[in-house]
């Protein structure tokens, strides 16, 4: 879809910066325990918005996760409490996102250059696998911010603050296509699900969820690294 590109592109642009600023503001008006996972928030959507206009590569993929996030969050929220204003304000705004930011008309303008493909040594396969966990994974970063840098009583600081190490520095070495990033990325899965399952009270469906997703984002290249490996022990 080659239809208004620039347009969706300012729209999608726009959208990013009402969340970067909001959640600045939401930042100096919550309580203080609760200031660095809102203003992390921000952070996220303001390397987004940074991205889409710089036209990095990566962009389109991680605006869209971060798309994604805001409508299952939105979605799920309706879900508990009816279809509040607010709730769908969210879920519609962000599922702006994905919408306008599919086709290959914008995607010539990030993943679909050629100079980063050549650099890198990318074939369509391997670039559609680092797309889906890309997006996958910056689907999950709120998810993991929320995790670690909301209060919490009862867990120790590698159950809290791990998932999000991991998380965040796994996305950064798959960008950069370093093998360790995918496994960095189970890691936060697998550390994720373990602190949620043994945490005091009800096990949280949402960060069940992020972990699931954060092993989906790791799977598109689970067998061309065992490949690898196997070709490299024959």
Partial sequence: MKLLVGERRAVVAAVLAFYGFLYVLLGQMVPPELRAAITAQAVLY??????????????????????MYGLVTGVFGMFQLGPEPVLIFLAVTHAILPAFLAGDGMAAGFDGKTEWRTRFHLDEPAVERLG??????????PYLIMWALAPKDGQGLIATLGPLALGATGLWAIVRLRTWGVLAVAGASATLAGAAATAPGPTSLIALT?????????????????????????
């Fill in 132 to 141: 889906k966990s890309i997006t996958r994974a910056s689907m999950t970063l």
């Fill in 46 to 67: 303001g390397i987004a918005f940074f991205g889409l206009v710089a036209g990095w590569f990566w962009a389109r993929w991680y605006a869209s996760g971060l798309g």
């Fill in 210 to 234: 992020a972990a699931a997703i954060l092993a989906a984002a790791a799977a598109p290249f689970v067998r061309p690294i065992a490949r690898h490996l196997g070709g490299a022990a024959r």
